[in-house]
């Protein structure tokens, strides 16, 4: 889901490769952008292919992935709706092919993504990079096919603007490493659930962290000049934010405060509920 920001947090990559196919769903949103990205990768024709997030249950969509075949498998990069309800009639759709998710809510016919054997299709190395913090299961996927390499990272970074940490189940802190980790990927495109394709993983990760960090002066800003809920502290660090997204920016500001309630020592930062 996104943040208010409506520009890339690094350059947009300059095409993608060969081997990767992207397929967006129709359902744009200020969350979503301009529709959730379901990608397909595949080592060669004929191979079958990894189908990373099927989106919503929009037939159209389900029909577009089903058409790459043959798939070999589908990963999910967290549990959210816009990514995973497409994912049992996918499925189906294709003859149980099997669907690892971290989350074994989000797991169909086979293990969850973490647990025994890695993620597998012919001629495609992919190696799971667990990234906590939108939510609680998010996961990122380093992917390798000749050379060339490309990060899937679901929410974690989107393509245009920054996204939510979907407090209670995202963490900050977890967010913040899982962000510190990406930041290492110097050079290698980043494929978002939503959004364009950016070049380079590390520089979208390392503005991601300078704004939580400028986002989190903020916070301590508004508590010192007097905020005593949430909501208030989203009225002054958002107040350029459209309100209609300003349910979205609560989720994010519960997080930091609960964050900065463990830097200090406390739990509550001695705000009202609301």
């Known amino acids: 889901m996104g943040g208010h920001f409506t520009t890339p947090a690094a350059a947009l990559a300059d095409e993608l490769p060969g081997w990767v196919t992207?397929?967006?769903?129709?359902?744009?949103?200020?969350?979503?952008?301009?529709?959730t990205n379901t990608w397909v990768l595949r080592a060669a024709p004929g191979e079958p292919a990894v189908v990373v997030d099927p989106g919503p249950a929009d037939d159209?969509?389900?029909?577009?992935i089903a058409a790459q075949g043959p798939v070999g498998l589908v990963l999910i990069t967290h549990g959210h709706p816009d990514h995973t309800d497409g994912s049992a009639p996918l499925h189906d759709l294709l003859g149980g092919v099997p669907v690892r998710a971290a989350d074994p809510a989000h797991t169909i016919a086979a293990a969850p993504v973490g647990v025994g054997t890695p993620p597998a299709v012919p001629g495609i190395d992919l190696r799971?990079?667990?990234?906590p913090g939108h939510t609680g299961d998010s996961v990122c996927f380093l992917v390798e096919h000749q050379g060339q390499r490309v990060v899937l990272t679901g929410d974690t970074i989107l393509?245009?603007?920054?996204?939510?940490?979907?407090?209670p189940d995202g963490h900050l802190g977890d967010y913040l490493s899982s962000l510190e980790l990406l930041s290492t990927y110097t050079g290698i495109p980043a494929l978002p659930g939503h959004g364009p394709a950016l070049a380079d993983c590390a520089a979208a990760a390392e503005f991601y962290l300078a704004h939580r960090r400028a986002r989190l002066?903020?916070?301590?800003?508004?508590?010192?000049?007097?905020a005593t809920t949430a909501a208030e502290v989203v009225a002054i660090v958002y107040a350029d934010v459209d309100r209609s997204l300003w349910w979205a920016a609560e989720w994010s500001v519960r997080a930091q405060l609960e964050y900065l309630g463990r830097e200090s020592g406390d739990t509550g930062v001695g705000l009202e509920q609301t």
């Open 128 to 131: 799971l990079v667990p990234t």
């Open 217 to 226: 002066d903020q916070v301590r800003a508004a508590l010192a000049a007097g």
């Open 159 to 167: 393509g245009r603007g920054t996204t939510v940490v979907a407090h």
């Open 60 to 64: 159209g969509h389900l029909a577009a």
């Open 22 to 35: 992207l397929l967006r769903a129709p359902n744009p949103g200020p969350m979503t952008l301009d529709g």
